[in-house]
Structure formats: structure tokens, C-alpha cells
């Protein structure tokens, strides 16, 4: 499965559109390399470039809290 | 990574030299028992993983464990003296990168003064060619050489790539709740999502961490602050405490539901026996009661022959004979003046008599008798008349007098004479009563038959004892009861996670009460961007293994529909069924969706086959059914013809290349020729493997050698 296949996962998740945090057409259109500006979709990013290149959990979950610590 | 060839030289019963070559699509290797086919198995099985499988034992051992017997018996009969090693080269080709991977291992032994000296192990080569034309060339790094063989066949997979006929049962076991769901763990991409779950609940808590440290830094309040947030963790705890019970009684109440379901087939005729066996021994005891009953009557009935008189049958003309006897016996006496003419003494009795004076009337011929009167005096006499018999006098014929016995007599054959005539209706009754125990003697012993005909019927049907109906019946109820149990304990837990929720939401709410200037912004945001992170993780995880659930029961039915084409029988469909502890089960179900239970054995192999093909053939699969080789020996062996061919089909399909070893196309000319000429089965190479010993040195393996004939 690709980086894209399971972003495209994610962005089918409900709580994007209760949230308004995205809508379904930009959804569909949305590619992994787009940068959204959307911290939750940036971090979701991060977790699947993280797993897809075998980084450790712990390695992941810090840069990301790194990354909104900003 | 395809297996391009495999060549043995004095591996078991392959002596001398022997070459394998294999393509894409299906390569069959066809013999009969102990013809060498799980021999073969085990060559590639030794090549990669220094094991075989020892019959013997049910289990693989090493080659530290077997040694010599991986060497040819007719290699070790024909050495004198020297070396004699048994060796199996495979050749692998990654169509990916297009490298060779060349992978030998042998053994050796010595013979020496006709002993023969073993080593410990087997020693491995690997050869790895970066293109086909290159040279090859010798990986010695032990740790590189392990990469190399988990690249070729990842351990993960491998019990759902290579398998025997027999380990079909265990890769996806019935009665092991989580064996579904840990191949579907195993073969898709599925882990990816779990990981991401676990990175979003860490990063999470992190941030969790530091917020309520910000809340306890600003709190206004540092001992209250303190007070809650102890309460906190004590919540924290019980939720945990409590999702542990959850987890746990969502465990036993799959394994109680599961058990049910089992028992469901034939609890209701276990039920159905038990109830027959009740009935049965009420009729026991009812059949006893009569029993008793009658044998009761029996000894009455001999007893009623004194007790009702019944000695006394027939004999009313007896009494009027002795009657007749007395009366002129009675006149005689009369006659001769020894008694008088008229009424007997005590005839009628005094107290008659008495009262007759008393009431001044005779008794006799209802008229009056008035004191003073005649018949006032008559009556007086007769009363008065044992005080004159010494009056009487009594002539020589009449010396014994026998009158009041005679009387006595008279008087006893009165009383009797009138129960004469009833006896033999009293004797009527008490037959009839005797004919209607017997009657319903008869009876129930026919319903008691009936039953216990039922009862066999049923059990017969059932295929179980009475034993074992009644366990299964009991068990059945235990187990209902234990589900309620389980439903009921989940539903209180539930309600109490609730309520800890609840509390720990308000306790959340105090600490954040408590700080009067404002949190950082920022980290309020982090929180709340990582708070969503984990709940999409999860819900995410949750939707895609849902849809791969379904995708995968649509594969699964597909395969399933293809391998049971040929087939008339009834199949059913395949189910991914969802227990309460999360787990997948396959099961077969009918068009309502109602278990189809009764499935022969073949069926369920073949539901276990289409699983696994569905889940190593599944998009999310990375290519498993691309990259890998099939490797199955006998899968076969409980299967017809046309499972076999419809097995075939889509086994060619599903995987890009597999080597199935057989006996079913053996001696069946008509499967062979199906196997070779089917346009719908990808067949690659085709072999039949046969033994080559004399007859008469059967008795051993030293002149065993095995002749592989190429068909295709």
C-alpha cells in the first residue's frame, strides 16, 4: 500500500467533515506531497511517511510534537 | 521471487542426480503414497530452514536431530568407503530486480570400515547473481544470509505459503477464535493502520502530559489542583481496570457464544433425548406401579377365595338340601316330643320377644296384643318356654341332641346363602379388574417401547449417545446461561466506564477551572489536533478493516464459488462472521444468513483455502501472491475430482507460481489429462514421480532410487 492509498484512508474519516476541517471534493482532490497548512493533516503525514520508512513509534510521536510545539 | 529450479542429489529418496525445473502458474508433482512427494516438500523445507518433517514424531527436526536420514539409503548401501553427502540446490529469481539467488545446502557423512560417521550439522551456500548474466557471487555474512532468506520467504508468511495438506487446519482453526484475524493481521496491510494508532495514542499522551502540567503550573489553587488530579488518576486506573474486565468478558462471551453455537446443531435433539428419557422414566415407574399392582390383585385373588366366600360358588342347592335335612330333622324331633311343635327355643330371640310385651303387639302379624289379652299370653309362653324344657322327654333315637348345632348351621348357611348370589358377579369384577392391569400393563410397555424407539431414532440421527445428549443438553443450558451472564456483566461495566468517564471529564473541567490566567494557546491546540489525530487513527483503522473484511468475504466467496464449480453439492457461502472479542471467524452460511452446519470436511478446507487465497490475494497485500511461491504438499488429499480441478483453477489464478505436490491426478488418467489441457488452469510444469526398486529388495531402501517422469 502507498503513502497516498493510506492518506486517502484518512481523509474519508468523518470527523474532518463534522470538524470542517476539510470538505469532501478537497478531499478527493488532496495529494500527499500538497501542503495543506492543516496541522492535523500535516501530522497525519508525518505518521505515514514515519511508518512507511520504518521509523520507531517513539520517533514519530516526537517529531510530530516537535512539529506543533512550534 | 519465483522458483526457477530445484536440484537433488542423494536427498532421501532421491538418490544419484535430479533436476526439477518450474515456471509460473501451477507445477504439479504427481505420485502415489511414499512415492517421494512430501520427500520433495521437505527438500525445499531443508534448503531454506535445515528441518524436515519426521513422520514419525508429527514435527519438523533439525538436521542436528537427523543427520544421516536426509542421505539416500541406496547413496550410504553403495559407498564403501569415503564421503557420501545429500544436498538440495534451489534456485530463486527476483522478477523484481531480476537478481538470482542460489541457495544449496548439504549434508555428509563418512563410511569408514563399514561405519559410518556423521557430521553435526548441514552446511549452507548462498550465491546471489545482481542480473542473470553476471557471475555469481558467495555471501558469507551469516546475518546477510538470513536477510537473503527471510527476503525470499518472509517467516511471517510462510505458514500461509508453504503448508502441508495437513496444516490447513491449524493456519485457520475453528475452535482458535483469533487465527482469522491473525492471518489478516499477518498478510495485509491492516499492521500499517495499528501502527498508526499506536504513534497517535503516544504523541497523545505526550501532549496530554504537558497540558495537565501547564494546568497544575497555573492553577490558582495547588492543593485542590493536587486533590484532583490524584482523583484523576484514580480514574484513570478503574477505566483501565475496567476496560480490562470489558476486554475480558467480551473474551468469554465470544468463546460461550462460539460454544453455543456448536452445541446449537444437535442441542435440539440432545434436548429432544433428554426430554424422551424423562418421559421414559416416568413410564418405568408407571409400568413398576402396575406391576406391583397386578402381582397384588394376583395374591388377592387367591386370598378372595375365603375372604369373599368364593369357596362357596355353586353351592346354594347345598343350602336348600341342608335345609330341607334340618326342617325334617327339626319335625322328628317334634314328632318324637322332644321338641315342641311349635317355634324352636329362642325363636323368635327373647329380645323380640320382650319387646313384643312391651309394646303390646306382635311383631310377627302386626296386630295388637294387649296385656291380658290371648295373644298377649302366647307371646309371654314363648318367652317363658326354656324354663319348661326339662319337661321334655327324649326317646333312645334322639339320645345325642344336635339341634343347636344343627341350628347353628342352619343359621350360618342363612347368613352365608345370601352372598352365594353375589359372588359371581364379586368374582366378575375382580377379573375384569385383573384383565384391565394387564391391559394397561400392555400398554404402557408399548409406550415405553415407542419411546425408547425414539430415542434410538434420534440419537442415530444425531450421532451421539445418551450420555452425551444429556451433557450436550446441559452444557448447552450452562452455556446459554453463561452469555446472559457475560451480556448482562458487559452492559454494567459498560454503564460504569460511562460514569468513570463522566466523573473524569468533570474532574478535568475543575482542574481547568482552577487556572485563572489563560493556557497557552498553542498548547491548548496541540491537544486538541492530537486528541482528533488519535480518534481518526483509530476510527480510520476501524473503517479500513471493515472494508477489508467485506473485500475480503467477496474474495474469499469467489474463490470458494470457483473451487466448489464442479461440484452439485450444497455450499453455501462463506461469512466473516464478528465475535464479541473482535475476532473474525469464517463460517458457512445459507441465504438467510443462518449457519449451513453439517459441512463435510472437504467444504471447510476449501472455506479455509479461499480465506487464506483472499487475504494473500487482496490488494492491501503488498503483492504476496506475486512475490511469493506457493508450496503445498497434498492439500488435496480429502477432495473429489471436482474440487480437485475447481482447487487447481484457482490456485493457478490467485498465485503467480505454486508446486502443489498430488497423488489424486496419479491413476486417474481422465484428471491428468483435465489438469493438462483445462484452458483455465495456468499450468506450468507437470512430473510424476515414481519409485525405482526391485520387488524382491523391497524389504529396504538401499536400491530406492525415484524416477521423475516429465509430463510437461
Avoid at chain 2, 63 to 79: C, H, L, P, Q, Y
Avoid at chain 2, 217 to 236: F, G, H, I, P
Avoid at chain 2, 566 to 582: E, M
Amino acid at each position: 500500500m502507498t503513502k497516498e492509498e493510506i492518506y486517502k484512508n484518512y481523509l474519508k474519516d468523518p470527523l474532518l467533515f463534522e470538524k470542517r476541517i476539510l470538505s469532501n471534493d478537497k478531499a478527493e482532490k488532496l495529494k500527499f506531497s500538497d501542503d495543506t497548512g492543516i496541522k492535523l493533516l500535516e501530522i497525519l503525514k508525518m505518521a505515514i511517511d514515519g511508518n512507511v520508512d520504518q521509523d520507531s513509534e517513539s520517533v514519530i510521536s516526537r517529531k510530530i510534537n516537535a512539529y506543533l510545539n512550534k | 521471487m519465483i522458483i526457477e529450479k530445484i536440484e537433488l542429489e542423494n536427498f532421501m529418496c532421491y538418490s544419484g542426480r535430479q533436476t526439477m525445473k518450474f515456471t509460473e502458474g501451477i507445477n504439479v508433482i504427481v505420485g502415489d503414497n511414499g512415492y517421494g512427494k512430501s520427500k520433495l516438500y521437505d527438500a525445499f523445507y531443508w534448503a531454506l530452514y535445515d528441518q524436515i518433517f519426521v513422520t514419525e514424531q508429527k514435527k519438523f527436526l533439525g538436521t542436528s536431530e537427523v543427520r544421516s536420514k536426509v542421505v539416500s539409503d541406496k547413496a550410504i548401501f553403495e559407498t564403501k568407503e569415503g564421503k557420501v553427502a545429500a544436498s538440495v540446490k534451489i534456485i530463486f529469481h527476483d522478477l523484481e530486480k531480476d537478481s538470482i539467488y542460489i541457495l544449496r545446502r548439504e549434508f555428509t557423512a563418512w563410511k569408514e570400515n563399514g561405519a559410518l560417521r556423521e557430521d553435526r550439522n548441514s552446511e549452507l551456500t548462498i550465491q546471489v547473481k545482481g542480473l542473470p548474466f553476471q557471475n555469481a557471487k558467495m555471501i558469507t555474512d551469516r546475518e546477510e544470509m538470513d536477510k537473503i532468506i527471510e527476503k525470499i520467504l518472509p517467516a511471517q508468511i510462510k505458514p500461509y505459503l508453504w503448508f502441508q495438506g495437513e496444516q490447513v487446519e491449524s493456519i485457520i482453526d475453528f475452535n482458535q477464535q483469533d487465527t482469522l484475524t491473525r492471518a489478516i493481521n499477518v498478510l495485509s496491510s491492516i499492521t500499517r493502520y495499528d501502527e498508526i494508532k499506536t504513534v497517535a495514542t503516544l504523541a497523545s499522551k505526550t501532549a496530554r502530559t504537558e497540558y495537565d502540567r501547564e494546568v497544575r503550573r497555573l492553577s490558582n489553587d495547588a492543593v485542590r489542583s493536587q486533590e484532583l488530579e490524584k482523583q484523576r488518576n484514580d480514574l484513570e486506573v478503574l477505566i483501565e481496570r475496567h476496560l480490562k474486565e470489558e476486554t475480558e468478558i467480551k473474551e468469554n462471551l465470544s468463546r460461550a457464544e462460539e460454544k453455543r453455537e456448536l452445541l446449537a446443531n444437535k442441542s435440539a435433539d440432545a434436548h429432544k433425548v433428554t426430554v424422551l428419557q424423562q418421559k421414559k422414566k416416568d413410564i418405568l415407574d408407571q409400568l413398576e406401579e402396575l406391576n406391583k399392582s397386578f402381582d397384588d390383585e394376583q395374591i388377592a385373588f387367591h386370598r378372595k377365595m375365603f375372604r369373599n366366600k368364593w369357596v362357596l360358588k355353586g353351592t346354594r342347592e347345598l343350602v336348600e338340601i341342608y335345609s330341607k335335612r334340618y326342617d325334617q330333622y327339626d319335625q322328628q324331633r317334634i314328632a318324637a316330643n322332644i321338641a315342641t311343635p311349635r317355634l324352636p327355643i329362642d325363636v323368635p330371640e327373647p329380645i323380640y320377644l320382650q319387646r313384643m310385651l312391651d309394646q303390646e303387639r306382635c311383631l310377627v302379624c302386626d296386630r295388637e296384643a294387649k296385656k291380658g289379652t290371648e295373644p298377649y299370653d302366647m307371646i309371654a309362653a314363648l318367652l317363658h318356654r326354656s324354663d319348661n324344657k326339662s319337661n321334655l322327654a327324649t326317646s333312645p333315637a334322639h339320645k345325642q341332641n344336635f339341634s343347636t348345632d344343627f341350628k347353628r348351621l342352619y343359621q350360618n348357611g342363612l347368613s352365608l346363602a345370601h352372598r352365594i348370589d353375589d359372588i359371581d358377579e364379586d368374582i366378575a369384577d375382580t377379573l375384569n379388574k385383573i384383565n384391565n392391569q394387564r391391559n394397561r400393563i400392555k400398554t404402557t410397555a408399548k409406550a415405553l417401547q415407542d419411546t425408547e424407539k425414539e430415542i434410538e431414532n434420534l440419537l442415530i440421527a444425531a450421532s451421539i449417545n445418551a450420555d452425551q445428549a444429556q451433557q450436550i443438553d446441559a452444557e448447552y443450558y450452562v452455556q446459554n446461561e453463561k452469555i446472559i451472564d457475560f451480556v448482562d456483566r458487559l452492559a454494567r461495566v459498560s454503564q460504569k466506564l460511562e460514569s468513570f468517564r463522566n466523573e473524569l471529564r468533570g474532574v478535568n473541567d475543575q482542574l481547568r477551572s482552577l487556572v485563572k490566567t489563560e493556557i497557552p494557546a498553542w498548547l491548548t491546540e496541540k491537544q486538541q489536533v492530537l486528541s482528533d489525530f488519535e480518534i481518526i487513527a483509530f476510527s480510520t483503522r476501524d473503517r479500513v478493516f471493515s472494508n477489508l473484511i467485506q473485500q475480503l468475504e467477496t474474495e474469499a466467496n469467489r474463490h470458494y464459488e470457483a473451487m466448489t464449480a464442479g461440484n452439485k453439492s450444497a455450499r453455501g457461502r462463506i461469512k466473516l462472521k464478528k465475535l464479541p472479542n473482535q475476532n473474525y471467524m469464517p463460517e458457512i452460511i445459507d441465504e438467510k444468513g443462518s449457519p449451513l452446519l453439517g459441512s463435510n470436511t472437504s467444504n471447510l478446507i476449501l472455506v479455509k483455502l479461499a480465506a487464506i487465497m483472499a487475504i494473500v490475494s487482496a490488494k492491501s497485500s503488498a503483492g504476496i501472491v506475486d512475490f511469493y511461491t506457493l508450496i503445498t504438499d497434498a492439500p488435496t488429499s480429502v477432495f473429489g475430482e471436482d474440487y480437485t480441478i475447481g482447487f487447481c483453477k484457482t490456485i493457478s489464478k490467485v498465485y503467480k507460481q505454486s508446486i502443489v505436490m498430488s497423488k489424486e491426478f496419479y491413476k486417474n488418467q481422465q484428471l491428468q489429462e483435465e489438469l493438462l489441457n483445462n484452458p483455465e488452469i495456468n499450468v506450468g510444469k507437470v512430473y510424476v514421480i515414481t519409485p525405482s526398486i526391485r520387488e524382491s529388495e523391497r524389504i529396504n531402501r538401499n536400491t530406492l532410487s525415484t524416477t521423475i517422469e516429465t509430463l510437461k
